[in-house]
C-alpha cells in the first residue's frame, strides 16, 4: 500500500515517491496526458486513487488566471443582505447566466466594514459590484488590478458597464399618484446605513429615487421639507419601528412611501397593530414588486423593477468582459406603478 505523509492530505510529491515518478510527471499525468506514456499515467493514476490525492484545482485555475467564477461585491454583511428577498431574486438572474456559462458565483460581503479590503481576497474571474453610492477607492483598485468589473445600484462612473433601472421615474410615479389621491401629509421610509455602517451618502439609486419624490412634490408646490423622512435599515422590522415612531407624531401621515417592499411589509405590520386599516386610514406603497406584494395582505401596490433581468444582464456583461469581447455601455431598464390595494384616497 503506498504511504503519505502523516497528518496532512496527500501532495503531488507523495504520489511521484510512490509511483517511483518525478513530480512533473504527475502534474502531466492531470493536466497534459499525452506527454507521457499510457502505462505511466495509469500507475500514476491508481496510486493518486490509493492514497486519497486530488489535484488543487482551485490553485490550477489561479495559475492559469481564470477561476470560472463571478464574483458579487455586496455593500453590506451577508446577515443583512439575506433579509432582504431584493437579493435572492437578484442572484436568480445572476445564476441562471453562470449555469448557462459554467461559471460558479461567490458571494463577497465587506471586510472590516470596507468593500475595498474585500477585493484582493476573492478569487474571481470579474465582479458585479452592488450599491457603491459612493466611490471610496473600489473603482481604481479594481481598474489597477485589471479586474473586470459592471456596476449596479451605483453612481455611474466614466469608463465603467453599469446596469440599473429608472429609479428617479419609478419613485416621481409613485409620489404623483400618491398626490392624486388627494394626499399631502407624505412620509417616505426609506433604505439607509445601519447604527454599525458608515453613511453612503447621496447618491446611486436611493438618491435617484429621492430626487424623483422631489420633482413630484414641486409640482404641487410641496417640497421635501414638507414631509417626513426616515432612514433606516431595510428589514421588516425596521420598517415596523419606524412606522411606529410616524404614527406617534402630532400630524402622522396619511400616506406612508416605503422605497422598499420589505420596509412596506413592516409598515404594514405597524398599522395593523395600531389598529389602523389600510387603506382607508393609510395608505402604503412600496418598491421592487417582490413575489410576495401581489398576496401580501392588503395587496401592496408598489413600484416594479426588473429584478431578475437586472441580475441577468448584469452577469451577460461581466463575462462580455472576461472575455475581452466589447464593453458594454450603461443600461437603464425602465419601472411601472403596480396599483393594488394598499392604497385610496385619505380619509
Known amino acids: 500500500m ?29 493536466n497534459n496526458p499525452q506527454r507521457i506514456s499510457v502505462a505511466t499515467r495509469e500507475r500514476i493514476l491508481a496510486v493518486a486513487r490509493e492514497i486519497g490525492y486530488t489535484p488543487n484545482t482551485l490553485a490550477r485555475m489561479l495559475q492559469a488566471g481564470a477561476t ?9 454583511p451577508l446577515a443583512r443582505i439575506m433579509e432582504n428577498p431584493y437579493y435572492s431574486r437578484f442572484l436568480m438572474g445572476v445564476g441562471q447566466v453562470c449555469d448557462q456559462e459554467g461559471y460558479t458565483l461567490l458571494l ?13 481576497y476573492a478569487a474571481v474571474d470579474g465582479f458585479i459590484v452592488c450599491g457603491l453610492e459612493m466611490d471610496r477607492g473600489e473603482v481604481a483598485e479594481l481598474e489597477r488590478r485589471n479586474i473586470p468589473f459592471v456596476l449596479i445600484d451605483s453612481d455611474r462612473y466614466e469608463g465603467a458597464a453599469s446596469v440599473d433601472v429608472d429609479d428617479h421615474g419609478g419613485a ?11 394626499h399631502r401629509r407624505l412620509a417616505v421610509v426609506s433604505p439607509g446605513p445601519g447604527p454599525d455602517q458608515p453613511h453612503r451618502g447621496p447618491g446611486g439609486p436611493l438618491g435617484r429615487r429621492l430626487a424623483g419624490i422631489t420633482e413630484a412634490l414641486a409640482e404641487v408646490g410641496l417640497t421635501m421639507d414638507d414631509i417626513r423622512l426616515m432612514e433606516v435599515p431595510v428589514s421588516r422590522t425596521e420598517g415596523y419601528h419606524a412606522t411606529r415612531a410616524l404614527m406617534a407624531e402630532g400630524q402622522p401621515p396619511t400616506a406612508i412611501l416605503a422605497l422598499s417592499d420589505v420596509l412596506a411589509y413592516g409598515v404594514v405590520d405597524a398599522l395593523q397593530e395600531l389598529g389602523i386599516d389600510v387603506p382607508t386610514g393609510v395608505s402604503v406603497t412600496g418598491f421592487d414588486d417582490l413575489a410576495e406584494s401581489a398576496w401580501f395582505r392588503p395587496r401592496l401596490t408598489t413600484v416594479r423593477q426588473p429584478i431578475v433581468t437586472k441580475g441577468r444582464t448584469a452577469a451577460d456583461f461581466l463575462i462580455s468582459a472576461i472575455r475581452g469581447e466589447d464593453q458594454h455601455p450603461h443600461q437603464s431598464l425602465g419601472t411601472s406603478l403596480i396599483v393594488r390595494d394598499s392604497t385610496a384616497k385619505p380619509s
Open 2 to 30: 503506498p504511504s503519505k505523509k502523516a497528518g496532512g492530505k496527500p501532495t503531488s510529491s507523495d504520489v511521484a515517491a510512490a509511483a517511483g515518478v518525478s513530480r512533473s510527471a504527475v502534474s502531466c499525468a492531470f
Open 68 to 76: 470560472q467564477s463571478l464574483g458579487v461585491l455586496l455593500p453590506e
Open 108 to 120: 463577497t460581503p465587506p471586510l472590516q466594514d470596507s468593500v475595498l479590503k474585500a477585493i484582493p
Open 172 to 182: 416621481r410615479e409613485v409620489t404623483r399618484y400618491l398626490l392624486d389621491l388627494g
